[in-house]
Protein backbone atom coordinates (compact mmCIF):
# COMPACT_ATOMS: atom_id res chain seq x y z
CA UNK A 1 0.00 0.00 0.00
CA UNK A 2 1.88 2.39 -1.45
CA UNK A 3 -0.10 5.63 -1.86
CA UNK A 4 -3.92 5.93 -0.83
CA UNK A 5 -6.31 7.99 0.26
CA UNK A 6 -8.39 7.27 4.09
CA UNK A 7 -10.73 9.63 6.27
CA UNK A 8 -13.11 10.42 8.69
CA UNK A 9 -16.63 11.58 8.06
CA UNK A 10 -18.94 13.58 10.68
CA UNK A 11 -20.87 16.19 11.19
CA UNK A 12 -19.87 18.01 12.69
CA UNK A 13 -15.84 17.05 12.61
CA UNK A 14 -13.85 19.87 13.42
CA UNK A 15 -13.28 18.09 16.62
CA UNK A 16 -12.35 15.09 15.40
CA UNK A 17 -7.87 13.98 16.43
CA UNK A 18 -8.22 11.15 14.21
CA UNK A 19 -6.36 12.68 11.32
CA UNK A 20 -3.46 13.87 13.22
CA UNK A 21 -3.41 10.43 15.14
CA UNK A 22 -3.66 8.43 11.86
CA UNK A 23 -1.30 10.87 10.31
CA UNK A 24 1.48 9.72 12.65
CA UNK A 25 0.40 6.21 12.98
CA UNK A 26 1.32 6.15 8.98
CA UNK A 27 4.29 8.54 9.26
CA UNK A 28 6.31 6.21 11.67
CA UNK A 29 5.35 2.94 9.51
CA UNK A 30 6.92 5.06 6.87
CA UNK A 31 3.74 5.13 4.66
CA UNK A 32 3.69 8.60 3.83
CA UNK A 33 1.79 8.54 0.48
CA UNK A 34 -1.15 7.32 3.00
CA UNK A 35 -3.08 10.84 3.78
CA UNK A 36 -6.33 10.59 6.04
CA UNK A 37 -8.21 13.89 6.25
CA UNK A 38 -11.68 14.68 8.03
CA UNK A 39 -14.69 15.50 5.51
CA UNK A 40 -17.68 17.25 6.76
CA UNK A 41 -20.91 14.86 5.26
CA UNK A 42 -24.19 15.45 6.09
CA UNK A 43 -26.17 12.27 7.01
CA UNK A 44 -28.45 13.48 4.04
CA UNK A 45 -25.36 13.11 1.59
CA UNK A 46 -23.57 9.69 3.35
CA UNK A 47 -24.18 7.74 0.49
CA UNK A 48 -23.75 9.82 -2.71
CA UNK A 49 -20.12 10.96 -0.78
CA UNK A 50 -19.50 6.92 0.04
CA UNK A 51 -19.99 6.38 -3.66
CA UNK A 52 -17.71 8.87 -4.60
CA UNK A 53 -14.82 7.68 -2.39
CA UNK A 54 -15.29 4.57 -3.55
CA UNK A 55 -14.84 6.41 -7.18
CA UNK A 56 -11.75 7.96 -6.09
CA UNK A 57 -10.17 4.73 -5.08
CA UNK A 58 -10.58 5.55 -1.30
CA UNK A 59 -9.05 2.52 1.15
CA UNK A 60 -10.68 2.93 4.01
CA UNK A 61 -13.43 5.79 6.42
CA UNK A 62 -14.03 6.18 9.82
CA UNK A 63 -17.46 7.03 10.18
CA UNK A 64 -18.65 8.86 13.58
CA UNK A 65 -21.69 10.79 14.86
CA UNK A 66 -23.89 10.95 13.22
CA UNK A 67 -23.53 8.14 10.59
CA UNK A 68 -22.50 5.07 12.36
CA UNK A 69 -26.57 4.16 12.42
CA UNK A 70 -27.22 6.14 9.28
CA UNK A 71 -25.04 3.71 7.06
CA UNK A 72 -27.20 0.92 8.15
CA UNK A 73 -29.97 2.48 6.18
CA UNK A 74 -28.21 1.84 2.68
CA UNK A 75 -27.23 -1.12 1.44
CA UNK A 76 -23.76 0.03 0.30
CA UNK A 77 -21.92 -1.95 2.88
CA UNK A 78 -21.10 -5.46 3.89
CA UNK A 79 -21.27 -5.17 7.94
CA UNK A 80 -19.62 -7.84 9.97
CA UNK A 81 -21.60 -10.00 12.69
CA UNK A 82 -20.78 -7.62 15.14
CA UNK A 83 -21.80 -4.12 13.83
CA UNK A 84 -24.83 -5.93 12.41
CA UNK A 85 -25.82 -6.57 16.09
CA UNK A 86 -24.71 -2.90 16.81
CA UNK A 87 -26.72 -1.56 14.18
CA UNK A 88 -23.21 0.66 13.70
CA UNK A 89 -20.52 0.47 11.66
CA UNK A 90 -17.28 3.35 12.37
CA UNK A 91 -14.80 1.73 10.18
CA UNK A 92 -15.19 1.45 6.29
CA UNK A 93 -12.93 -0.74 4.27
CA UNK A 94 -12.74 -0.56 0.46
CA UNK A 95 -11.49 -3.56 -0.99
CA UNK A 96 -12.03 -5.72 -4.40
CA UNK A 97 -15.05 -3.70 -5.41
CA UNK A 98 -16.33 -4.25 -1.99
CA UNK A 99 -17.41 -2.03 1.26
CA UNK A 100 -16.79 -4.19 4.32
CA UNK A 101 -17.81 -2.23 7.61
CA UNK A 102 -16.92 -3.03 11.08
CA UNK A 103 -17.50 -1.48 14.03
CA UNK A 104 -14.29 -1.21 16.88
CA UNK A 105 -15.56 0.75 19.08
CA UNK A 106 -16.72 -1.99 21.85
CA UNK A 107 -13.15 -3.70 21.40
CA UNK A 108 -11.50 -0.44 21.77
CA UNK A 109 -13.33 0.30 25.22
CA UNK A 110 -12.25 -3.14 26.26
CA UNK A 111 -8.34 -2.30 24.87
CA UNK A 112 -8.52 0.63 26.59
CA UNK A 113 -9.28 -1.11 30.16
CA UNK A 114 -6.41 -3.48 29.38
CA UNK A 115 -4.34 -0.97 28.94
CA UNK A 116 -4.62 0.53 31.75
CA UNK A 117 -4.06 -2.61 33.70
CA UNK A 118 -7.56 -3.15 34.54
CA UNK A 119 -8.79 -6.88 34.18
CA UNK A 120 -12.58 -7.62 33.13
CA UNK A 121 -12.62 -10.84 33.00
CA UNK A 122 -16.05 -11.55 35.40
CA UNK A 123 -16.06 -8.23 36.84
CA UNK A 124 -19.23 -6.60 36.97
CA UNK A 125 -19.66 -3.67 34.51
CA UNK A 126 -21.87 -0.23 35.05
CA UNK A 127 -22.68 1.11 31.69
CA UNK A 128 -24.02 5.09 31.99
CA UNK A 129 -25.81 6.10 29.44
CA UNK A 130 -27.66 3.84 26.64
CA UNK A 131 -26.87 5.58 23.38
CA UNK A 132 -24.42 4.74 20.24
CA UNK A 133 -21.24 4.03 22.36
CA UNK A 134 -23.36 2.40 25.09
CA UNK A 135 -24.14 -0.30 22.54
CA UNK A 136 -21.26 -1.08 20.87
CA UNK A 137 -19.45 -1.05 24.48
CA UNK A 138 -22.49 -3.15 26.01
CA UNK A 139 -22.62 -5.46 23.25
CA UNK A 140 -18.93 -6.47 23.43
CA UNK A 141 -18.63 -7.08 27.40
CA UNK A 142 -22.31 -9.20 26.92
CA UNK A 143 -20.60 -10.79 24.49
CA UNK A 144 -17.96 -11.72 26.71
CA UNK A 145 -19.86 -12.88 29.39
CA UNK A 146 -19.44 -10.17 31.61
CA UNK A 147 -22.46 -8.75 34.07
CA UNK A 148 -23.42 -5.40 32.66
CA UNK A 149 -26.14 -2.97 34.15
CA UNK A 150 -26.92 -0.38 31.80
CA UNK A 151 -27.94 3.16 33.26
CA UNK A 152 -29.65 6.37 31.72
CA UNK A 153 -31.25 9.39 32.31
CA UNK A 154 -34.71 7.76 31.09
CA UNK A 155 -35.18 4.17 32.31
CA UNK A 156 -37.17 3.06 29.09
CA UNK A 157 -34.00 3.76 27.25
CA UNK A 158 -31.51 1.58 29.35
CA UNK A 159 -34.05 -1.59 29.47
CA UNK A 160 -34.73 -1.43 26.30
CA UNK A 161 -30.93 -1.66 25.32
CA UNK A 162 -30.31 -4.45 28.02
CA UNK A 163 -33.58 -5.96 26.05
CA UNK A 164 -31.95 -6.22 23.20
CA UNK A 165 -28.66 -7.12 23.71
CA UNK A 166 -29.87 -9.92 26.35
CA UNK A 167 -31.88 -11.06 23.12
CA UNK A 168 -28.63 -10.33 20.74
CA UNK A 169 -25.76 -12.35 23.03
CA UNK A 170 -28.22 -14.64 25.05
CA UNK A 171 -26.05 -13.12 28.41
CA UNK A 172 -29.33 -12.96 31.09
CA UNK A 173 -26.98 -11.20 33.29
CA UNK A 174 -27.35 -7.44 31.50
CA UNK A 175 -30.28 -5.39 33.17
CA UNK A 176 -31.03 -1.69 32.43
CA UNK A 177 -32.50 0.95 34.73
CA UNK A 178 -32.47 4.43 35.42
CA UNK A 179 -30.40 6.87 37.87
CA UNK A 180 -31.69 6.25 40.57
CA UNK A 181 -29.43 5.70 43.18
CA UNK A 182 -26.10 5.08 44.80
CA UNK A 183 -26.67 1.31 44.87
CA UNK A 184 -25.50 1.10 41.26
CA UNK A 185 -21.89 2.12 42.02
CA UNK A 186 -21.73 0.39 44.37
CA UNK A 187 -22.53 -3.55 43.72
CA UNK A 188 -20.16 -2.85 40.16
CA UNK A 189 -16.51 -3.41 39.67
CA UNK A 190 -15.76 -1.12 37.12
CA UNK A 191 -17.86 1.89 35.52
CA UNK A 192 -17.74 3.15 32.32
CA UNK A 193 -19.01 6.66 31.44
CA UNK A 194 -20.19 6.82 27.51
CA UNK A 195 -22.50 10.26 27.10
CA UNK A 196 -21.58 13.53 26.44
CA UNK A 197 -22.06 15.11 29.96
CA UNK A 198 -18.23 16.81 31.03
CA UNK A 199 -18.11 18.14 27.50
CA UNK A 200 -18.80 21.36 25.62
CA UNK A 201 -22.45 23.26 27.63
CA UNK A 202 -21.77 20.17 29.93
CA UNK A 203 -18.63 20.79 30.82
CA UNK A 204 -19.68 21.42 34.37
CA UNK A 205 -22.14 18.34 34.75
CA UNK A 206 -21.03 15.02 36.64
CA UNK A 207 -23.42 11.94 36.54
CA UNK A 208 -23.15 12.27 40.67
CA UNK A 209 -25.77 15.58 40.19
CA UNK A 210 -28.15 13.35 39.25
CA UNK A 211 -27.94 10.89 42.08
CA UNK A 212 -29.78 11.58 45.47
CA UNK A 213 -27.35 13.40 48.43
CA UNK A 214 -28.74 11.15 51.51
CA UNK A 215 -24.86 12.18 53.39
CA UNK A 216 -22.48 14.61 51.87
CA UNK A 217 -21.17 13.34 48.19
CA UNK A 218 -18.16 12.98 49.07
CA UNK A 219 -18.59 10.75 51.05
CA UNK A 220 -20.54 8.57 49.19
CA UNK A 221 -17.76 8.77 46.01
CA UNK A 222 -15.79 7.19 47.92
CA UNK A 223 -17.76 4.45 49.70
CA UNK A 224 -19.01 3.42 46.32
CA UNK A 225 -15.97 3.58 44.06
CA UNK A 226 -12.69 3.75 46.21
CA UNK A 227 -10.77 1.29 44.29
CA UNK A 228 -12.39 0.61 41.66
CA UNK A 229 -11.65 1.69 38.15
CA UNK A 230 -13.97 4.28 36.08
CA UNK A 231 -13.90 5.02 32.88
CA UNK A 232 -15.20 7.69 30.72
CA UNK A 233 -14.91 7.78 27.45
CA UNK A 234 -14.64 11.74 26.62
CA UNK A 235 -11.53 12.71 26.03
CA UNK A 236 -11.71 16.44 25.75
CA UNK A 237 -11.63 17.90 28.21
CA UNK A 238 -8.81 15.35 29.36
CA UNK A 239 -10.64 14.80 32.86
CA UNK A 240 -14.51 15.60 33.37
CA UNK A 241 -15.81 16.46 36.02
CA UNK A 242 -17.35 12.85 37.16
CA UNK A 243 -13.72 11.65 36.43
CA UNK A 244 -12.60 14.36 38.81
CA UNK A 245 -14.67 13.99 41.57
CA UNK A 246 -14.28 9.99 40.90
CA UNK A 247 -10.45 10.55 41.21
CA UNK A 248 -10.75 12.83 44.37
CA UNK A 249 -12.80 9.76 45.66
CA UNK A 250 -9.73 7.31 45.25
CA UNK A 251 -11.06 5.30 42.12
CA UNK A 252 -8.26 4.60 39.84
CA UNK A 253 -9.73 6.66 36.78
CA UNK A 254 -9.41 6.70 32.94
CA UNK A 255 -10.32 8.93 30.34
CA UNK A 256 -10.94 8.63 26.41
CA UNK A 257 -7.83 9.57 25.14
CA UNK A 258 -7.03 5.52 24.88
CA UNK A 259 -10.11 4.60 23.90
CA UNK A 260 -9.86 6.97 20.83
CA UNK A 261 -6.82 5.39 20.09
CA UNK A 262 -7.52 1.76 19.91
CA UNK A 263 -10.61 2.02 18.01
CA UNK A 264 -8.07 4.14 15.51
CA UNK A 265 -5.75 1.32 15.69
CA UNK A 266 -7.97 -1.16 15.07
CA UNK A 267 -9.43 0.29 11.87
CA UNK A 268 -5.88 0.76 10.74
CA UNK A 269 -5.10 -2.46 11.06
CA UNK A 270 -8.54 -3.82 9.08
CA UNK A 271 -7.05 -1.10 6.34
CA UNK A 272 -3.67 -1.82 5.86
CA UNK A 273 -3.14 -5.19 8.03
CA UNK A 274 -0.39 -3.47 9.79
CA UNK A 275 -0.48 -2.72 13.68
CA UNK A 276 0.18 0.79 14.28
CA UNK A 277 2.53 2.26 17.45
CA UNK A 278 -0.34 3.10 19.78
CA UNK A 279 2.40 4.81 21.59
CA UNK A 280 2.98 7.60 19.11
CA UNK A 281 -0.59 7.44 18.42
CA UNK A 282 -1.41 8.59 21.58
CA UNK A 283 1.82 11.33 21.41
CA UNK A 284 -0.18 12.61 18.57
CA UNK A 285 -3.81 12.98 20.33
CA UNK A 286 -2.34 14.33 23.56
CA UNK A 287 0.00 17.85 21.49
CA UNK A 288 -3.23 18.04 19.46
CA UNK A 289 -5.62 18.52 22.63
CA UNK A 290 -2.69 20.53 24.13
CA UNK A 291 -2.49 23.13 21.15
CA UNK A 292 -6.51 23.25 21.14
CA UNK A 293 -7.13 24.07 24.78
O1 LIG B 1 -15.73 5.62 16.49
C1 LIG B 1 -14.86 6.74 16.45
C2 LIG B 1 -14.59 7.15 15.02
O2 LIG B 1 -13.95 6.06 14.35
C3 LIG B 1 -13.67 8.36 14.94
C4 LIG B 1 -13.98 9.41 15.94
C5 LIG B 1 -13.39 10.74 15.76
O3 LIG B 1 -12.67 10.93 14.78
O4 LIG B 1 -13.67 11.63 16.58
C6 LIG B 1 -14.75 9.15 17.06
C7 LIG B 1 -15.48 7.88 17.26
O5 LIG B 1 -16.83 8.05 16.87
Given at each position: ?????????????????????????????????????AYT?????????IIK??????????????????????????????????????????????????????????????????????????????????????????????????????????????????????????????????????????????????????????????????????ELI????????????????????????????????????????????????????????????????????????
Open positions: MKKCKFGVFGFPIEHSLSPVMHTAAFNALGMTGCEYKVRPEELKEEAQTEGFCGLNLTIPLKEKIMETDLIEPDDFSKKAGAVNTLHFKDGKIYGYNTDGEGAFKTLEYAGCQTNGKKILIIGAGGAARSISLFFAEQGNSLKIINRTAEKAQRLADEIVEKTGNKNVSGGGLSGWNDFDRADIIIQTTALGMGELKEVSVFDELPATKPRTSECLAGKTVFDIVYNPEETAFLREAREGGAKTINGVMMLVFQGALSFEIWTGKKPDVGVMKKAVLEALKERN
